[in-house]
């Protein structure tokens, strides 16, 4: 059974940082392209950044140089760091692959707030 897991998650102060993880179970990450996508309160579920097979990357102009995708094909996760946080922030956050199919993680709640 195919499985994206998010981890990582959770409360910090204004100007901290996390890592979201996304592991992915039952096929192989390095089939993918991989996205993150967050989803604010009351809003539409908005893409953030990507990175390719041969790992190249891009990003949202809103994330500023702030965020970082990476991926390990190795260990089947993939990455998702996230450096001065604001409360703005504060989001469903979630892992989707590109590929053979289109797959979701659940989503994680990332929340920004002193």
């Known amino acids: 059974q195919v499985q994206l897991v998010e981890s990582g998650g959770g409360s910090v102060q204004p100007g901290g940082s996390l890592r979201l993880s996304c592991e992915v179970f039952?096929?192989?990450?390095?089939?993918?392209?991989v996205n993150w996508y967050r989803q604010f309160p009351g809003k539409e579920r908005e893409w953030m950044t990507y990175?390719?097979?041969?790992?190249?990357?891009h990003y949202h102009s809103s994330l500023k140089g702030r965020f970082r995708i990476s991926r390990d094909d190795d260990k089947n996760v993939a990455y998702l760091q996230m450096n001065d946080l604001q409360p703005e922030d504060t989001a469903v956050y979630y892992c989707?692959?590109?590929?053979?199919?289109?797959?979701w993680g659940q989503g994680i709640q990332v929340t920004v707030s002193s």
């Open positions: 990175i390719t097979i041969s790992h190249n990357t």
């Open positions: 039952g096929t192989y990450l390095r089939s993918y392209v």
């Open positions: 989707n692959l590109h590929g053979p199919d289109i797959l």
